[in-house]
């Protein structure tokens, strides 16, 4: 066990073997447990649920097509366009958003398989289904390989199922995270607790640091638990949308931390973003799952303004907000 802290100074226990995680890991065939597990802690995490072979192959079309790209992509720590940003280790550190929308022309292979092999993987689809008492809508994805560290925060606060808590998001390790190379980090029934709804002072778009520091103390008050569970390759952890997370930042200088996310509704439920704007997405149905594709890239006038907010941001985001 290692001690470490969070991005804003909490401290958390990281356990370096099993013996020392207090994090259960359930079978795919453990259904009722894996419900009880959830709707009891607010995450629950699935062991084996991704066989090597797709986890493999996907962070090999990673390196083929998308670490060897010189243009911009959608990041999800701004959702804007960005080139990649490499570390001395040749690992990306500002991670993508949303895999279903990649540009086709550039990212063929990696956004069919990332699409169709895993976002919309039957066992994957099957849990989620489980939880949400309804067929998954993917909202968002991203994927990270290096990890300068996430805040504490809750999911719901940026987008959330019309009925609040209801979203179930998945962290997918595509790679055993090691101790020390920015491992997830989770608060157990923290979901339970009640934090301040969207207000002048906490806002996003001018206020957001306040939401951050209301949620780390949140946590002090409550003397939460703060967990950073062990994710071998392919294991999977599912949380709720009011459960309290982050990642913490990395000091391994050998091991990346590959893994995918992604955010799912139910079905028939509308998607909130910044618990005000309500949407009723179009998706494209794919097995189980429905893929909702926001700013899909295979569209050309979704490209076209996507070049421009690349080369002429300054003049993009004055437009925007003049039509707004």
Known sequence: MIKLNTPHGLPVNVPEITAEDPSPKFSIEELDGIKDYYIENGYVIIKNLFPRQKCTEIMELWNEEVKSFNGYISRQTSAKPQKNIKNDKGWIMNPILNLQSMNP???????????????????????????????????????????????????????????????????????????????FFICPKSHKIKLDDHNLYNNISKNHDVYIQSVVQKIKDENLTIRAPILNQGDVLFWNSLTMHGSLDSSDLYNSRSSITCHAIPNKKKLIQLQTQSFNVITQKICNTYVFKPRDLSIFKNRFMFNIESNFPSLFYYVRKILK
């Open 105 to 183: 022309n550039f990212f063929s292979k990696f956004r069919h398989f990332s699409t169709e092999n895993i976002l919309c993987d039957l066992k994957l689809s099957n849990i989620f289904s489980w939880i949400l008492n309804d067929d998954p809508k993917i909202d968002q994805s991203m994927y990270f390989e290096g990890n300068s560290a996430t805040a504490e925060h809750q999911d719901s606060y940026y987008l959330d199922s019309e009925t609040n808590g209801e979203m179930v998001a998945a962290w997918i390790a595509l790679e055993t995270i090691t101790a020390k190379a920015g491992r």
